[in-house]
């Protein structure tokens, strides 16, 4: 008998690349899946093409009004019926159709409760930029200096770490944190390690009009997530930016 997996996807004005992150999922050879899309509020035409998808019995598409990723992931979460959860933003790609096959074997066989993969950078009109590798493990204290996730690689064991816990915080509703990291760090603060699968499973698509492409603000919601959220002490705040912002450099050689 088979595990099923829940598939959380925030949507926002994605009309241009949803379909594909979609197809994706239906083309994956592991068959028990559910896909929870919510809309965030769309004003272009994402809503019309969730909508398309809706006669699947295995997707389900929530619209609502606009509260931001974390507000749509956590949304997702709730609805989430499968013992595993896998996290797929609206403009990536899982590029191996068999990548949930492959990295719940990889679970299984290592007895772990959180896995992620290698993926490749793209543009956004699909062309390769790079391929980032992963590490064998990373528990807090390593993930607090090199941020090597993407939340389309990651997939949850729910019967090993508690669904709360992906629930993206929502304390501090004046300051802006990056999301994933806020959630991976929540993870990973209880002594959880994330075991990586180096094989290239996923595309992530990197956007110039996505907030990740300023590079002064991400660096400003990570040094926020730092100080605010960790309650780290400011030399070990820079430390740890440092070192952050060096692999993530690397990460584009």
């Not at 770490?161 to 993870?187: G, H, Y």
């Amino acid at each position: 008998m088979m595990d099923k997996v829940s598939v959380v996807i925030p949507v926002y004005n994605c009309e241009k690349y949803i379909h594909e992150a979609i197809e994706s999922v239906i083309a994956q050879s592991y068959l028990d899946w559910e896909l929870i899309a919510v809309d965030d509020g769309s004003t272009d035409g994402s809503s019309e093409i969730l909508d398309e998808f809706s006669c699947d019995p295995r997707i389900h598409v929530i619209h609502q009004e606009n509260g931001g990723v974390a507000a749509a992931r956590n949304a997702g979460i709730e609805l989430c019926s499968g013992r595993y959860i896998a996290f797929l933003d609206a403009d990536d790609i899982w590029c191996d159709c068999h990548k949930l096959e492959k990295q719940l074997r990889f679970m299984k066989r290592r007895d772990v409760g959180m896995c992620f993969s290698s993926y490749e950078t793209i543009s956004e009109n699909g062309v390769s930029i790079n391929v980032v590798h992963v590490p064998d493990r990373i528990d807090y204290k390593g993930f607090l200096k090199n941020t090597i996730t993407c939340s389309h690689t990651v997939v949850f064991d729910t019967q090993r770490i508690a669904r709360e816990l992906l629930m993206a915080p929502t304390s501090f509703p004046d300051k802006d944190f990056p999301e994933d990291l806020s959630v991976w760090l929540q993870v990973l603060k209880e002594g959880y390690f994330a075991y990586g699968l180096d094989d290239v499973l996923a595309q992530y698509r990197k956007r110039r009009t996505s907030r990740s492409s300023n590079k002064l603000h991400a660096v400003r919601r990570t040094w926020n997530q730092y100080r605010y959220r960790e309650e780290l002490h400011i030399p070990y705040a820079c430390y740890c930016l440092f070192w952050q912002l060096f692999h993530a450099s690397m990460k584009r050689l």
